[in-house]
């Protein structure tokens, strides 16, 4: 928990990561089972629920858990429960990363319909913005929002989005006019149709969703019409810190593993541990780990505050952390020999496990553009 600053309440703070910590002790059992999966399964939806995590995912209006979501608090669940199960990971912060438009503008029937139920976990919660031909330059998608007298129509296909197929609402990105709207689909409104992806190298609940000529009520619209990037924008600044969080506890989980293989594997007389190249090692993926907790947590500290101000940080920290964690793994792999290849050992899953953090929700070579802007508008 390093880069804290005064304001933070550690006590309560320290009470959620123990909570994330009994959950993650709780389901450490069937996490390979679940993270084999591409469906969400049933055991980690229940101990996630009953743990009550998913409380800090919307504002404590709508039975969530501070007034405001608080990405700190997101940043120290998710941390934790990467190290144990990437499912876990995913479910949790999916209800976050899917409601938060709609709790910061929906309208009143909506908030009331679904943000509850988001943070008792009945619902599950998705965010619909990519498509087959539309990744990190979200201004080329194609889905269209259309005003028919008083309702809307929505037609278009979005493309690997997590939580299809599970998800009970899509908040869902399409241009409207010249500009582009955010709107709320119930999952089982007429003309959504979902479509299963081939099985990802690390399973993932996610698939492809489609909107043929699908009505809704004008109050299906987030925000202002045509103004939706904002509230685009306002979900990746408070969201995108938290997955450089789990990428330190992926790597955190990763080393330990290496650490215990390590101390007690003997090669020449002695553990690996006090072989001059495994200690260096050891020691690059400590410091990796850290440098990356210490700027995750600085910055998810700094965007309690002001999540939008702070997004070229948290792009920061997501970049850092999650090409330390890649390196970290493969690290480990290689301290434990033809033990870190063993298929269905959990060095091999976090591997597996690792190299999507580096593309989804901005992938490093994009993010780096933007942090290189910033650089250069602020020196003088």
């Not at 909570?19 to 055991?43: C, M, N």
């Not at 999916?94 to 908030?111: C, H, K, P, V």
């Not at 599950?124 to 005003?147: F, H, M, Q, W, Y």
């Not at 993926?285 to 002001?306: F, K, N, P, Q």
Request: proline residues 5%; glycine residues 8%; negative net charge.
């Amino acid at each position: 928990m390093s880069g804290v600053d005064s304001e933070l309440n550690r006590a309560e703070y320290s009470d959620l990561r123990q909570r994330a910590a009994r959950l993650a002790e709780e389901i450490e059992p069937y996490a390979a089972q679940a993270d084999a999966s591409s469906v969400v399964h049933e055991g980690i939806r229940r101990a996630l629920a009953a743990s009550e995590l998913t409380r800090v995912t919307v504002p404590a209006a709508y039975g969530g858990r501070a007034p405001s979501v608080d990405p700190y608090a997101i940043c120290l669940v998710r941390e934790v429960l990467m190290g144990t199960s990437c499912a876990a990971d995913s479910l949790f912060a999916m209800q976050g990363i899917g409601s938060f438009a709609l709790a910061a503008g929906g309208s009143e029937e909506d908030r009331t319909r679904w943000l509850p139920r988001v943070a008792a976990l009945e619902s599950l919660a998705a965010l619909a913005l990519t498509e087959p031909e539309a990744g990190s330059d979200l201004k080329a998608i194609t889905t269209r929002l259309t005003v028919h007298g008083e309702d809307l129509t929505l037609d278009g296909h979005k493309s690997f989005i997590s939580n299809a197929g599970a998800a009970d609402f899509y908040t869902t990105l399409a241009r409207e006019g010249d500009g582009y709207s955010l709107v709320v689909v119930p999952a089982d409104t007429p003309g959504v149709r979902i479509e299963p992806l081939p099985e990802l190298s690390a399973p993932h609940v996610i698939g492809d969703v489609y909107f043929h000529e699908v009505t809704l009520p004008a109050s299906a619209r987030i925000g202002a019409p045509g103004h939706g990037f904002p509230l685009v924008l306002a979900t990746l600044a408070t969201f995108r810190v938290s997955v450089a969080a789990a990428a330190v506890g992926l790597a955190d989980a990763a080393l330990r593993e290496a650490v215990r293989h390590a101390r007690t594997r003997h090669q020449f007389g002695r553990p690996l541990a006090e072989l001059g190249p495994v200690a260096g090692l050891l020691a690059d993926s400590w410091i990796d780990v850290e440098s990356s907790r210490l700027l995750t947590y600085d910055t998810a500290a700094r965007a309690r505050h002001d999540p939008l101000a702070e997004l070229d940080r948290s792009s920061m920290a997501k970049v850092a952390a999650s090409e330390a964690a890649g390196r970290v793994v493969d690290r480990c792999v290689q301290i434990m020999g033809r033990w870190g290849l063993v298929r269905g050992s959990k060095i091999e899953r976090l591997q597996r496990q690792a190299r999507p953090l580096r593309i989804y929700e901005g992938a490093t070579e994009v993010l780096r553009l933007g942090i290189a802007k910033r650089l250069c508008r602020e020196v003088p």
